[in-house]
């Protein structure tokens, strides 16, 4: 008697194709990062539409302005990775007896690759561009912040910010520059002292929040502007509050971005491993109802 022993082979030992057809993530994952540079280019239109450089409310409109810009960035993400994971499942390779569960995953993870590939290839092609897009639909979102600096350079303090609060700061007394003469007085203006030094060196000091570092300011301001100490004093406190609540209004805007960016991403993947079973279950002549039959 003879005994013959058969192996079992894969499927893709035998010829069969892969189970991962790359040229469909692929080209899912262009759809989608192209589809994502679309929706940024028109909501940078919307944005510079419906946001005013005049604002009565600056914080308010700023908060509302990073709240709409994340809900814009969370649709645009469903509505791309949805349409690359479709493509992805529509186009990849059918498999030919594969049982209904091992497609209903297969055809997951196809959407779920192709928005992964769309989602890398966006973070190193298209981050540059992604920026300078949705800047205009949060234009004045985060005009800038207060930064401890290093030793011997300027405040990170952004020009938009930096530059009114400073004017008011050494915003001079004319009627104790001049006398009622027209002519400046003598010894308020320190002699040869560059205006420009003093402004950034008080950018500086502010950024310390020191008591010994606002009280020299003080002193600077009161020498410069003709003020006397007391008035010196209730200015610097004012710029003070002022770059402080700058950098809060910055801390929240970034903070409500970064969370709106997470869910977008979340949702972006959902999306797309839905396209892609939809997809794959119409290239194989099933529909919806049809994954699990």
């Known amino acids: 008697m003879t005994t013959v022993v058969v192996e079992n082979q894969l499927p893709e030992a035998s010829g069969a194709p892969s189970a991962v057809a790359w040229p469909a993530i692929v080209a899912g994952g262009f759809v989608a990062a192209a589809f994502t540079l679309l929706l940024l280019a028109l909501g940078g239109g919307l944005g510079l539409m419906v ?7 600056p914080e308010i409109t700023t908060l509302k302005a990073a709240t709409f810009a994340g809900i814009y960035m969370a649709a645009t993400a ?6 690359g994971g479709y493509i992805a499942g529509r186009l990849r390779t059918r498999w030919s007896g594969a049982p209904a569960d091992e497609v209903f995953f297969r055809d997951t993870v196809h959407g779920l690759l192709a928005w992964a590939f769309a989602s890398v290839m966006g973070a190193i092609l298209l981050a540059s561009a992604a920026t300078a897009l949705t800047g205009a639909a949060t234009a004045g979102a985060v005009q800038g912040t ?15 910010v930096a530059m009114p609060i ?7 007394d004319y009627a104790v520059l001049t006398g009622g003469t027209g002519q400046r007085a003598a010894g308020v203006f320190a002699a040869g002292r560059d205006l420009a030094v003093d402004r950034d060196a008080a950018a500086r000091l502010l950024a310390t ?23 010196a004093e209730r200015r610097v406190s004012a710029a003070e509050v002022s770059l402080r609540n700058a950098a809060e209004l910055a ?14 991403l979340f949702l972006g993947a959902l999306a797309a491993c839905l396209a892609a079973l939809e997809g794959g279950a119409l290239r194989d002549g099933r529909g919806w109802t049809g994954l699990r039959g």
């Open 146 to 160: 207060v930064q401890r600096p290093d030793a011997g350079q300027p405040a990170g303090v952004a020009p938009a």
């Open 251 to 264: 801390r929240q805007v970034s903070m409500r971005l970064s969370l709106w960016l997470v869910a977008s």
């Open 209 to 231: 929040g020191e008591a010994a570092d606002r009280q020299y300011l003080a002193q600077m301001v009161a020498a410069r502007t003709g003020v006397d100490l007391a008035e």
């Open 51 to 57: 946001v005013s450089p005049w604002r009565a409310s």
């Open 78 to 83: 469903v509505i791309a990775s949805a349409l």
């Open 166 to 172: 400073l004017d008011r700061l050494f915003r001079p």
